[in-house]
C-alpha cells in the first residue's frame, strides 16, 4: 500500500511564519490542475502497481481549488492507479474558504477528510500570524464540517506564539477539546529565514523564540489532550484511538508514496525525487510530457539517518533491528553508552531493540536523534 501526496501551490496570502512554496492568489489555476493531472498519468508507474490507501492534497491551500478541480484530479487518479476501498482521502483547508457551499461541495467528493489549519482560535494572533481568517470563522468551519457528516476533522494548531503568560494557549486548547476534533496536530512556531518573521527577527523587530516558554506550552499541550484520551503517536500529532492519519503515519514508516505538483517529493522505496518548486518552471516541463523531478539517491548513512529522525518521534519508536537489516549499521553497539546515560536520564527505554522517547525526551528528540546519527 502507498500514499500519493497532491501539491496544491496557491494561498490567498503568505502567512508570516511560513517558507513552504506557494504563489499568493489562483491566477493559473485552471492550467495547475490540467497540468497535476497530466503529472498524475506521467507519473502512473512511478509506485509499481501498489494500490494507494491515501491520497493527500496538501499545500499551499486546496481548499482555494473548485470541488470541479478535485473531481478533475480524482477523474486522473482513478484513471491511472487503484485507490482501496475505505482510502483516506485527505483535503488541507482554510477556514475562510470553508463555506457551506463548499463543504456540502468537498462531502460530495471522494474527500473523507478535512485537515483545517486553524492555528489559533485567538484573534490578535491570528493578526499576528496574517491568516487570512477570524476566530470567529475557525469555529464555524469545524461546525459546518461536521455538521455536514466531515467528522474526520484534524485541525493545526501553533504554540510558543509570543505572549506574556500560557492563557491564551491554554483558551486554545480548550476550544480545540470543546469542539471534539477526533485529531490535533501542534506545532512550534519556529522563525525560518525568508519568511516576514525571520526578518523581523534579524532586524530586532521580533524577539528570539523562547525555549523555556515552548517547552512549558509543550508539555500543557501533551498533559492537555492525554487528559482526554488523545494519544500523542508521533510528537507534533494527537489522535483519539482509531483516528491516526494513515497518510502521515506511512511517511514515518518509511512507505513508499508519489508526491506530484510543483515542489512535490516521492519516495519510491530506495530513492527520493525532488520536483522543482517553481510554478512557471513546473508547467512548462509538464507541457513538453517531462516531470520536473530531480532524483537523489541516498548513501546508506543518509537513510538511516532520515529513519531514525523520523521515527524516534513516533509511538512506535526506532526499531534497531530494522537499522541493521536495511541499512547495516548497529546502532546499539555504536552508541552503548550514550544510550546508557539517557537511559539513567530517563530520556528513553529500550526494549527488544526498538528505542523509543520517554515525555522528558520528547523534548530533546532532535538532540538525541542527531547524536544517534552515523557519520
Ligand atoms: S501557512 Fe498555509 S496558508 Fe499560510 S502561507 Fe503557508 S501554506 Fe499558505
Known sequence: MAGLYIHIPFCKQACHYCD???????????????????????????????????????????????????????????????????????????????????????????????????????????????RAHSAREATDCIRLAQDAGLTNLSIDLIYAIPHPDHSVWEADLGKALALQVPHVSAYCLTIEPGTVFGNWLRRGKLPAPDEHFAAEQFERLVGGLSQHGYEQYEISNFARPGWYARHNTNYWKNRKYLGVGPSAHSFDGAGRQYNVANNAQYLKAIKEGRVPGTPESLTPAESANEYIMTSLRTQWGC??????????????????????????????????????????GKLLADRIAADLFIC
Open 20 to 130: 513552504f512554496h506557494f504563489s499568493t492568489g489562483t491566477r493559473g489555476r485552471e492550467e495547475m490542475v490540467a497540468a497535476i493531472c497530466r503529472e498524475i498519468a506521467l507519473q502512473k508507474d512511478y509506485l509499481a502497481g501498489e494500490t494507494l490507501e491515501s491520497v493527500y492534497f496538501g499545500g499551499g491551500t486546496p481548499s482555494l481549488l473548485e470541488v470541479a478541480d478535485v473531481g478533475r484530479i480524482f477523474d486522473a487518479v482513478h484513471a491511472h492507479f487503484h485507490v482501496a476501498d475505505g482510502a483516506e482521502i485527505t483535503l488541507e483547508a482554510n477556514p475562510d474558504d470553508l463555506s457551506p457551499a463548499k463543504i456540502a461541495g468537498l462531502a460530495a467528493t471522494p474527500v473523507n477528510r478535512l485537515s483545517i489549519g486553524i492555528q489559533s482560535f485567538h484573534d490578535p494572533h491570528l493578526r499576528f500570524l496574517n
Open 319 to 360: 526499531d534497531t533491528g530494522y537499522v541493521q537489516r536495511q541499512f547495516g549499521f548497529d546502532l546499539l553497539q555504536l552508541n552503548r553508552r550514550y544510550l546508557g546515560n539517557c537511559q539513567q536520564q530517563n530520556l528513553l527505554t529500550i526494549r527488544d531493540g526498538v528505542i523509543t522517547l520517554a515525555a522528558k
